[in-house]
């Protein structure tokens, strides 16, 4: 059984977060569990991230998710990331984009890819900045 959309495909914050995952070498997006996932072999990044309580009545924020290293994860969780329904206890942490420091956005999005990324393409991505 599909899942239904849960997200505006011409939502300004998510192309913001599209611009910027896309860009990274082999990334691609598709529709995961009716939200935008971004990937190369694995997923990096959600335009997702609901509390249990939030999945149960519907509502979907416009949040940010990504894998981090278990130390950052923990100082995102301190700055108040949440850990998302379902994902969370696997790691992903997930943070609102209304108001967000796109730069620090970036950044997670980066650190995401570069935790699940093969080797290879962050070697590209580390290429492309020298």
Do not use: N
Not at 69 to 94: C, K
């Amino acid at each position: 059984m599909a899942h239904e959309i849960m997200f505006d495909p011409a939502d300004p914050l998510l192309a913001r977060v599209r611009a910027i995952a896309l860009a990274l070498p082999g990334a691609q997006e598709k529709v995961s569990h009716g939200r935008p996932a971004f990937f190369t072999t694995k997923v990096f990044a959600y335009y997702a991230g609901t509390t249990k309580e939030e999945h149960v009545t519907g509502v979907h924020p416009q949040r940010l998710t990504v894998l981090l290293d278990p130390d950052e994860r923990l100082a995102m969780l301190e700055e108040g990331a949440i850990a998302p329904a379902y994902l969370g206890p696997y790691g992903w942490i997930a943070v609102e984009l209304e108001d967000a420091d796109w730069e620090r956005v970036a950044e997670l999005i980066d650190a995401s890819f570069r935790v699940t990324a093969p080797k290879r393409l962050v070697a590209e991505l580390d290429a492309r900045s020298r």
